[in-house]
């Protein structure tokens, strides 16, 4: 017996240990959350703004701290989340979407705490089970997806955490574009389009009114920071920032104060705001308590529709102000199912109820009792039983429904996704060996799968889907802030912006239907500098954005075409610009030409002292047998004449347009006859000193010295200067040349003389000839003889020496046409002073003296 009784204890201790406990784990403590809940098959979580006042526990860090307290639900956001319950309603009545599953949801206030809105989505993420083992792993999850959160700075942190799970969360208002990060955040969807847009919207707006100097304030956290970097980056291809200013978290009277300087002493009229109603409101009052109204706002759509800032109060302020709000959208039944909400006692509702005691003034006996448990004096009572269609609030008022549409869009994808994961076929589903998901076991993974895919039709007609980054359709209203008949904001839209649309058309304006709210009432300039107009440059003030500049005006020579010219552009050698600088336009060509009064003068002086020339050679032939022709050797006469002839016609081929062979015969011609004139008068003078030597007595030096040696000295003199003139044509000869080097607005038609050294040995050689004429000639003008004529070659060769001594200044200081006439006058006047001063006493004598022309008068008997 006593064998049995030990076996049977020995049994009962291995039995004992062979039973496998099952592991437990239970919750420490749970949040204090409010919220509203509805069972179904599937659960839906999401987190609303709903409560816009939040208490902190008191942190003594002696005891346990209590939990958040949340104030008052917001009207506006109840309808919110009201508007996800109508939505599960209203698809849990629909048989052709989801049929035999019935959605439910749990939705918390997160009261715009970023603590509370985390401790919401751990709770919504892990049940609210007190004890967890094992066999929860089985079975559904608490909740499969979830809806929020509003803000992106909530949504980064929370998502941050569901997408450890790949738990889909589609929000409805989070627009930070760092969201749009699929490694960072890759269950994270929306039915609002990201910041990157509402910038590119705004972008559009601003280029529409040509507004290039634009204020920038945004709110001091990831909404408002990645938008203002976004911001920062288009303008500067548009435009330039005037200030850049961040809304505080905690803003101080000091930080508030700096903010409305900067905007009040700041010259740019258009102030962009990335931000919240509830952040700009403080701005607002000070804005209106220093009068600032000069002022034309484009709000984001945080707060383009915030109806505590579209007051009349502050109309005088934001009144004509231009927003990007969210697309808009009216649902059916949504203002029926609103006016049919009545509280319950179930504390998974008891958001309802702080509804109710808010709208209608009164508590609930279970609310109304304080902390000591007795009941709060003079409190109302709540039945359950008041209406809600006699309310007039923003609960009610769903004609603009903007985030509504978006919660509503957020709820149906994400059961069209569901609807999809059901209609999966055995064999052919996107998971591993071609299987489908299990409704009754799915997993947030699997449904993250066909959100993705997502693409369907709404009731409304409007498609909703995702792109690869998760983000929704770009669509924005673009709205107006106005004052209707009654005096209320009225904020209405008058435009669209549109992402899809075609190329050049996303932005629609109905600028007709515009209010501005300025005294002339247009679009106001915002600007820091006026364009700069064809003509001018921009020249960028030091310091200063590059917005800010001067307009320079453009240099001769130099044009600028177009406004806002960054440099004036040089114009080609042919090209001058025009007075205005806008346009390059053919310089004026100039030469000394036959139809120039001054050409036609110097024409005329040219062929008078040609033909003078040749009336006067004339004359010596005709009397060539006279005492006077005889005794001034009437044979180097005759060539002198001839040369004087050739000297007045080579100053005609300075006139006219200059060719190659003009170049070269001109210079050719000056050089030759200019040397054979001079060797003749040389040749006369050595023969005036001559014939004197020649009347000493026992002195025969004539004889050497007869005609046949005078036309050889001649022949010889003109000889070297040919010899000159055909180096310099063979080695560098003249040519035409365009000139506008002296005066820019011209080219100067002239000829280049090709060698200098071959124009100096040109001009040096009958310089030097003519400085030993005028040497001998003076040094023989006191000879004993009755006619003696190196005095007149004396004469004749000052006037000479002296023309062209004054002819180099001129010559280097004369612009332009005025270089050859100045050269042509030179030529014309040294030609006639020799002409005049050596020929008109002998035509004196022979043409107006007869009497004087004979042998005896010469001989001075």
């Known amino acids: 017996m006593t064998v049995f009784l030990y076996l049977w204890v020995l049994l009962t201790l291995m039995m004992q240990a062979l039973v496998i406990k099952k592991p437990l784990c239970k919750i420490q403590d749970q949040f204090i959350l409010n919220g509203l809940y509805k069972e179904g098959d599937i659960i839906l979580g999401a987190t609303f703004e709903i409560s816009f006042k939040t208490v902190a526990p008191e942190l003594s860090f002696t005891s346990k701290p209590h939990q958040w307290k949340c104030g008052s639900p917001d009207y506006q956001v109840f309808q919110w989340a009201q508007t996800m319950a109508f939505a599960i309603e209203e698809i849990n009545k629909n048989k052709s979407l989801l049929s035999n599953i019935t959605l439910g949801y749990r939705i918390y206030d997160n009261c715009v705490n970023?603590?509370?809105?985390?401790?919401?989505?751990?709770?919504?993420?892990?049940?609210?089970?007190?004890?967890?083992?094992?066999?929860?792993?089985?079975?559904?999850?608490?909740i499969v997806a979830f809806v929020g959160d509003p803000t992106s700075s909530s949504s980064i942190a929370i998502s941050r955490i569901l997408g450890l799970f790949r738990v889909p969360m589609v929000s409805y208002f989070a627009t930070c574009l760092c969201l749009s990060n699929k490694k960072e955040y890759p269950s994270f969807f929306r039915t609002i389009p990201s910041d990157a847009f509402q910038v590119t919207a705004m972008m559009e707006i601003i280029k529409h009114f040509k507004w290039t100097w634009v204020g920038l304030i945004a709110s001091d956290d990831d909404y408002g920071q990645y938008a203002m970097r976004n911001f920062n980056e288009e303008m500067k291809a548009i435009g330039c920032l005037a200030f850049s200013e961040t809304i505080p978290k905690i803003m101080t009277k000091e930080k508030l104060l700096r903010i409305v300087s900067v905007i009040k002493e700041s010259t740019a009229k258009i102030i962009v705001a990335f931000s919240t109603g509830l952040e700009m409101s403080l701005l607002m009052k000070e804005m209106i308590h220093q009068n600032i109204t000069d002022r034309q706002w484009i709000a984001s759509e945080g707060w383009s529709t915030s109806t505590l800032l579209a007051a009349r109060d502050n109309f005088n302020i934001l009144g004509g102000t231009l927003g990007i709000a969210v697309h808009s959208g009216q649902m059916k039944g949504l203002t029926n199912f609103l006016l049919q909400v009545r509280p319950d006692l179930d504390p998974n509702n008891n958001l309802v109820m702080q509804f109710w005691e808010t709208m209608f003034a009164c508590k609930f006996v279970e609310s109304g009792i304080n902390e000591s448990g007795s009941i709060i004096p003079n409190s109302k009572k709540c039945t359950g039983l008041e209406s809600l269609e006699g309310t007039d609030t923003a609960y009610s008022d769903v004609s603009n429904s903007r985030i509504s549409y978006n919660i509503y869009k957020a709820v149906y994808s994400l059961a069209h996704a569901l609807h999809n994961l059901m209609a999966c076929e055995h064999?052919?589903?996107?998971?591993?060996?071609?299987?489908?998901?299990?409704?009754?076991?799915?997993?947030?993974?699997?449904?993250?799968?066909?959100?993705?895919?997502?693409?369907?039709?709404?009731?409304?007609?409007?498609?909703?889907?995702?792109?690869?980054?998760?983000?929704?359709?770009?669509?924005?209203?673009?709205?107006?802030?106005?004052?209707?008949?009654?005096?209320?904001?009225?904020?209405?839209?008058?435009?669209?912006?549109?992402?899809?649309?075609?190329?050049?058309?996303?932005l629609y304006l109905q600028e007709n239907s515009m209010f501005w709210k300025f005294d002339n009432g247009r679009c106001p300039q915002s600007i820091c500098s006026a364009s700069c107009l064809p003509g001018t440059r921009k020249a960028i003030r030091k310091g200063q954005p590059v917005c800010c500049f001067d307009c320079i005006p453009c240099a001769n020579g130099e044009i600028s075409m177009q406004n806002d010219s960054i440099e004036c552009l040089q114009c080609s050698d042919d090209y001058w610009s025009n007075p205005e600088k806008t346009w390059c336009v053919l310089k004026e060509v100039e030469f000394l030409s036959y139809e120039d009064s001054m050409g036609i003068a110097l024409t005329t002086l040219s062929l008078s002292g040609t033909c003078l020339s040749i009336c006067v050679l004339t004359t010596f032939i005709y009397y060539r047998n006279t005492p006077v022709v005889k005794a001034n050797n009437s044979e180097l006469s005759f060539l002198l004449l001839i040369s004087l002839t050739l000297c007045f016609v080579c100053a005609l081929c300075f006139i006219g347009k200059p060719s190659h062979v003009t170049c070269m015969l001109r210079h050719v011609m000056f050089g030759i006859s200019f040397v054979l004139c001079i060797s003749c008068i040389l040749v006369k003078t050595i023969v005036v000193i001559m014939a004197f030597k020649a009347t000493l007595p026992g002195n025969n030096i004539m004889?050497?010295?007869?005609?046949?040696?005078?036309?050889?000295?001649?022949?010889?003199?003109?000889?070297?200067?040919?010899?000159?003139?055909?180096?310099w044509l063979s080695t560098a000869p003249p040519f035409p040349a365009r000139n506008s080097k002296y005066i820019n607005t011209k080219i100067i038609l002239e000829c280049d003389i090709g060698s200098l050294t071959g124009f100096s040995c040109l001009l040096g050689y009958i310089g030097l000839l003519a400085c030993i004429c005028f040497l001998l000639a003076f040094l023989a003008r006191n000879l004993p003889d009755t006619f003696n004529e190196a005095r007149f070659i004396t004469f004749s060769m000052l006037i000479f020496c002296a023309v062209w001594i004054t002819f180099i200044p001129a010559y280097i200081s004369s612009p332009g046409k005025y270089t050859v006439a100045v050269e042509i006058f030179a030529i014309l006047a040294s030609s006639f002073g020799v002409l005049l001063s050596i020929f008109a006493p002998k035509c004196y004598i022979i043409l107006l003296k007869p009497e004087k022309n004979n042998k005896r008068v010469l001989m001075g008997r």
Do not use: M
């Open 427 to 506: 064999g052919k589903g996107p998971f591993e060996n071609k299987s489908c998901a299990n409704i009754a076991s799915l997993q947030p993974w699997q449904l993250l799968h066909y959100l993705k895919n997502v693409d369907f039709i709404n009731q409304l007609g409007e498609r909703v889907a995702f792109d690869e980054n998760g983000d929704a359709l770009a669509i924005y209203d673009i709205v107006n802030w106005q004052l209707d008949n009654s005096g209320t904001v009225n904020i209405k839209t008058i435009g669209v912006f549109d992402k899809a649309a075609t190329l050049g058309k996303e």
């Open 703 to 727: 004889k050497w010295f007869g005609a046949a040696q005078q036309r050889g000295t001649v022949f010889f003199f003109t000889f070297i200067q040919s010899l000159i003139c055909i180096i």
């Open 114 to 142: 970023l603590p509370v809105a985390l401790r919401a989505a751990v709770s919504l993420l892990g049940g609210l089970d007190d004890s967890i083992s094992d066999y929860s792993c089985e079975g559904l999850p608490p």
